[in-house]
Nanobody, 122 residues
Framework: QVQLVESGGGLVQPGGSLRLSCAASGSIRSNNVMGWYRQAPGKQRELVATITSGGSTNYADSMKGRFTISRDNAKNTLYLQMNSLKPEDAAVYYC????????????????WGQGTQVTVSS
């Protein structure tokens, strides 16, 4: 099992910045993909960005240039630096870790955190 705990959410004014963190613990494989997703009220959960254990990143088009995903493999921690925040960025932000199952190698298992609320308002 893998546990993910997000932190760093809160209230920020439009144009402001926040840095989210996600601490992972448990049976973590060295080869995995971690990512940030978000869900606003009444909307589906959507991809923000992902990063492999080797550091390759992928961003949703609307986040490019404003958000930066990074990770510290030694600490098993994922980060999301969010700049130039807009009211439409307000959502619950979730951390996800995907890795091959320990029981059935080759089968991908996804683990989710409980989410952290980001509110963008003046």
């Amino acid at each position: 099992q893998v546990q993910l705990v997000e932190s760093g959410g809160g209230l920020v004014q439009p144009g402001g910045s926040l840095r989210l963190s996600c601490a992972a613990s448990g049976s973590i494989r060295s080869n995995n993909v971690m990512g940030w997703y978000r869900q606003a009220p009444g909307k589906q959960r959507e991809l923000v960005a992902t990063i492999t254990s080797g550091g390759s990143t992928n961003y949703a088009d609307s986040m490019k240039g404003r958000f930066t995903i990074s990770r510290d493999n030694a600490k098993n921690t994922l980060y999301l630096q969010m700049n130039s925040l807009k009211p439409e960025d307000a959502a619950v932000y979730y951390c996800k870790l995907s890795q091959s199952s320990w029981i059935t190698p080759g089968f991908t298992v996804d683990y989710w955190g409980q989410g952290t609320q980001v509110t963008v308002s003046s």
